[in-house]
């Protein structure tokens, strides 16, 4: 299924009766946490088998009107992407890879059968939010305005078949520093009863139904004092895949980093950006296949030196500890690495307009 349109769209705006003052909004931004708050305004396009892409607008944030027999809510057809815009220190407003999510979104949309937004579309159609909520972003150290694009399956239908209506929609939230009091090591909890996907599945695709299947093995780590649960392949239980919500990445002590790669693995943006700059300081990535006993064995040896997750919300976050039924690698009372800090030092440096943008990766999104 492909987009039905080769033009761009025009967006009509329907501004707010009811926006928020300056004062309530600056308290929000003064401790905006992640996802709590949200701005006065959204996105929405609608898709249709005959029309194709139209109807763009930004509106009134609010609720969505959905029939009970509306395909999303019974086969889960559904699919969505996580950015954020950042403000510079001149006060303009500037998105990381946006173009990068809307391939992303494009693949996404390929697998779980929906129509695809073409990347310009979906690139305006962040600009149009920011252009009428862009005092919604923050300027304090690490904060962000989250950008979440969605599109949901919206044809009132019963019978198993893609959807001829769909919903896409953007909405965006104030999001405040992931780390409060500074970045450190987390423990790891190893699921070896669940998979976040198999083989041949949606793992690859970023899709609700991926997520809902990782909460409960998340609460399992959270019982067992974790931040986040690692999952294994699905096929063999013996290579290690991603966490809930974050890639992961294995530094050795020759300066080789390894990162796992499968069909199942979702693709991270943050990941391929923090390798990219790896491969510019001279170091050698490799994607590929890993074991857990060669994350055990390195870590024993001493030729793994750090292991870390990055992902959009936290962009970094060293791992100190695994740990499962039977299993412990690494120390709970491990430092962060000095590789893995200054790859995110350098990476946030490039979000917030603080370093050189070697590889054109910002996108200005208020203009």
């Known amino acids: 299924m492909t987009t039905a349109t080769s033009f761009p769209l025009t967006f009509e705006l329907t ?13 929000i931004l003064a401790d905006p946490g992640f996802g709590k708050h949200f701005t006065d305004h959204m996105v929405e396009i609608t898709w249709t088998v005959d029309d194709g892409w139209h109807g763009a607008q930004v509106k009134p944030y609010g609720p969505l009107r959905l029939d009970p027999a509306a395909s999303v809510l019974h086969y889960a057809q559904e699919i969505f992407e996580g950015l954020k815009a950042y403000r510079h220190a001149d006060e303009s407003i500037w998105s990381f890879r946006p173009q990068a999510n809307a391939a992303r979104m494009q693949r996404s949309a390929r697998r779980l059968a929906l ?47 893609a959807a001829h209506r769909v919903g896409y929609y953007v909405i965006a939230s104030p999001a405040g520093a992931y780390f409060t009091s500074g970045v450190k090591p987390v423990s790891i909890w190893l699921s070896t009863n669940y998979s976040r996907a198999g083989k041949g599945g949606t793992g690859a695709a970023k899709t609700g139904g ?26 063999e239980g013996a290579y290690i895949e991603e966490l809930g919500g974050m890639n992961i990445v294995l530094a050795y002590k020759d300066g080789t980093l390894v990162t796992p790669e499968s069909d199942s693995i979702l693709e991270g943006i943050t990941r391929d950006s923090i390798l990219q700059l790896a ?60 590789l893995t800090m200054s790859l995110r030092q350098e990476l946030t440096d490039i979000q917030y307009g603080r370093a050189e943008d070697r590889h054109g990766w910002m996108t200005r999104l208020d203009r």
């Open 15 to 27: 501004p707010s009766t009811a926006t928020r003052a300056a004062a309530e909004r600056d308290e």
């Open 115 to 161: 129509p695809q937004l073409s990347e310009e579309d979906f690139v305006e159609s962040l600009r149009q939010l920011v252009a009428v909520d862009g005092s919604w972003t923050p300027s304090a150290p690490e904060t962000s305005l989250y950008l979440r694009p969605f599109m949901i399956a919206t044809e009132a239908f019963l019978g198993v078949r």
């Open 210 to 235: 991926n997520y809902a299947a990782s909460l409960l093995p998340q609460a399992e780590a959270y019982e067992h004092g974790c931040a986040q649960v690692l999952f294994l392949d699905s096929v």
């Open 279 to 338: 491969e510019d300081r001279g170091h050698r990535v490799e994607r590929r296949r890993v074991a857990l006993d060669e994350w055990r064995d390195g870590v024993d040896s001493g030729d793994i030196t750090e292991v870390f997750a990055c992902g959009t919300a936290a962009v970094v976050t060293p791992i100190g500890l695994l740990k499962g039924e039977g299993v412990s690698i690494g120390s709970a009372d491990a430092v962060a690495g000095e």
